[in-house]
């Protein structure tokens, strides 16, 4: 399944604007990492691009997200690798440390997409305007896109520095940035 086709997908169970474009960041910062982190690029974009595929169906019942996305994926011929990563990627049920570099770039990739786009987003919808520093900053300030969880984007720093992370996942977005509605 390419791209097209998983954004098609998305599209078929997420209608929502602001979470397509969660899942599309999502991608494109798992794509941007992928080399550096022993990853084959367009896979770990689409697992990004549709980790939260499932998100409308659940309507709020966190204990099936995930693995009613993995269901979806499945059925739709995705590879059982692909579909455990999504499954497995909803922290709240996770007992165990995630340990693959697919899995905590996943982690990571999740947080950051909603808080760069909030930088962008304060910026005017500006995200050449967003730099590295910027994400620092704003990462420090605990009321700035609260939902966005520091935690899960600290755990990239066991695979490379933060700010080589958030130096990747800028470049990612930018790549899509009129997909995002930004500039
Ligand atoms: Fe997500």
Not at 33 to 40: E, K
Request: net charge negative; proline share 2%; hydrophobic share 45%.
């Amino acid at each position: 399944m390419d791209r097209n086709a998983a954004i098609r997908l998305l599209r078929e169970h997420v209608h929502e604007d602001s979470l397509v474009k969660h899942c599309l960041a999502t991608g494109a910062i798992m794509k941007a990492v992928a080399g550096d982190l022993g990853g084959d690029a367009e896979s770990w974009e689409r697992i990004g691009i549709l980790h939260d595929i499932d998100f409308e169906e659940i309507s709020g019942e966190m204990q099936r997200h995930g693995i009613a996305g993995a269901a979806i994926l499945s059925a739709h011929g995705i590879d059982k690798d692909s579909a455990d990563i999504v499954a497995a990627h909803n922290h709240f049920l996770r007992t165990a440390p995630y340990e693959r570099p697919v899995d905590i770039a996943l982690q990571a990739a999740d947080s950051a997409s909603g808080l760069i786009i909030a930088c962008a987003l304060v910026k005017g919808g500006n995200l050449s305007g967003v730099s590295v520093k910027t994400i620092t900053k704003k990462a420090k300030e605990k009321s700035f896109a609260a939902g966005c969880d520091r935690s899960r984007i600290a755990l990239i720093a066991s695979l490379m520095d933060v700010p080589v992370f958030y130096a990747y996942a800028l470049r990612g977005m930018m790549e899509i940035r009129t997909d995002l509605s930004l500039k």
